[in-house]
Each structure stands twice: as C-alpha cells, then as structure tokens.
C-alpha cells in the first residue's frame, strides 16, 4: 500500500524557514520522481518543486532561490527546505508522485506565514 506521510509544517513568520519531510513507502522510491505541490484556500493546487531519480531539480518561479528539494534514497524521503518565506507561501503542502498516469498524494503539511 503506497503511502506518503508529509510533516514539518508549521507556523512562522516572514523570513523564517521550514523543512518539510515526505516519508514514502509501498513503492521502490528510488526509482520515481518526486514532487511538492502546495495548495492555497481558494486556489488550484499548484507544483513547487520536483526532482528526479538522479537528483535533478526544477522550481517554479515563485520559489527559485528560496526553496531547495532534495531526497535521501536510503530513508525513501523527500525533502522541502524553505527559507526566505512569504505570506503568500502559505497553504496545504503535499508530496506527490506519478505512476503508469496514477498521481498518488499525501495528505498534506499546513504552512502559515505571518507577516
């Protein structure tokens, strides 16, 4: 049974940081790549960060520069370091991956930025 199990968030003010971890199992982790994606009330779920098997990483433009994703093969996790937040960071922060067209979720980390 695939399962992947966020934690870290929190509250925090602007210009604090966080890091998130996604534990996942069920799965040969390794082998997939992975993705935070992050929801805000009223908004559509949206990708921040992804990485690939062989630790390759790509963000979105509003988080370049201040968030770095990383994972740890060995612990089958994947990781958000956040620094430099925003309020506008706020939202449900999810790990995330894909599987023969399958998306499998987590069930989120709530990040709150206070300004």
């Known amino acids: 049974q695939v399962q992947l199990v966020e934690s870290g968030g929190g509250l925090v003010q602007a210009g604090g940081s966080l890091r998130l971890s996604c534990k996942a199992s069920?799965?040969?982790?390794?082998?997939?790549?992975m993705n935070w994606y992050r929801q805000a009330p009223g908004e559509q779920r949206e990708l921040v960060a992804a990485?690939?098997?062989?630790?390759?990483?790509s963000y979105a433009d509003s988080v370049k520069g201040r968030f770095l994703i990383s994972r740890d093969n060995a612990k089958s996790t994947v990781y958000l370091q956040m620094i430099s937040l925003k309020p506008e960071d706020t939202a449900v922060y999810y790990c995330?991956?894909?599987?023969?067209?399958?998306?499998?979720w987590g069930q989120g980390t709530q990040v709150t930025v206070s300004s």
């Open positions: 995330s991956y894909s599987d023969s067209g399958i998306n499998y």
């Open positions: 069920g799965f040969i982790f390794w082998i997939r790549a």
């Open positions: 990485i690939s098997t062989g630790g390759r990483s």
